[in-house]
């Protein structure tokens, strides 16, 4: 994993940012431009600065991209995660091995509680991955995240969490 710079913005468009499949569960829609792939890379970079999001590019052994991974502080001792991988790479445990390695890490920083995701209810991979880590399915959040590519109402989310 390696901080996002400006220049991923092309590879993330072409990647996943366009396609509505992998979009699907995302608290986006698919871009329409590359603009707009820039903007959401600008805002990654600036999250980083202002400390309210830190979001890695998930790349292989030889750095090629294959998504973005990133954690938000809930608290002082809470993190929640996401990742997102390109459809290509799906089924080839990349999503698992860079959110293993992120939660891993966050868990075991002295003052981190929690370690939170969720996901759609419909949205079987993902809940698989968070099994994978370890995290525990606390239930059915009603009504917990806006996912656009589904309904303009929130929707439910499988909760799971990772406590110490």
Do not use: H, M, N, R
């Given at each position: 994993m390696r901080l996002p710079v400006?220049?991923?913005?092309e590879l993330?468009?072409?990647?996943?940012?366009?396609?509505?499949?992998?979009?699907?569960y995302l608290a986006w829609k698919p871009h329409k431009s590359l603009s707009e792939t820039n903007e959401f890379v600008q805002s990654r970079i600036q999250e980083w600065k202002d400390e309210t999001r830190f979001t890695w590019c998930i790349e292989s052994d030889s750095s090629q991209l294959k998504g973005l991974i990133s954690c938000k502080p809930q608290s002082?001792?809470?993190?929640?995660?996401s990742y997102v991988v390109g459809k290509q790479f799906w089924?080839?445990?990349?999503?698992?091995?860079?959110?293993k390695e992120l939660v891993n890490y966050l868990i075991n920083q002295p003052s981190v509680y929690r370690v939170e995701a969720f996901c759609d209810t419909g949205n079987i991979g993902s809940s698989k991955v968070l099994e994978k880590l370890g995290m525990e399915f606390e239930g059915v959040a009603k009504r917990r995240a806006n996912v656009p590519n589904l309904s303009i109402e929130p929707q439910d989310c499988l909760q799971y969490a990772l406590t110490m």
């Open positions: 400006a220049s991923d913005a993330i468009y072409e990647l996943y940012a366009t396609d509505s499949d992998v979009t699907k002082e001792s809470s993190y929640s995660v089924g080839q445990g990349i999503g698992t091995k860079a959110a």
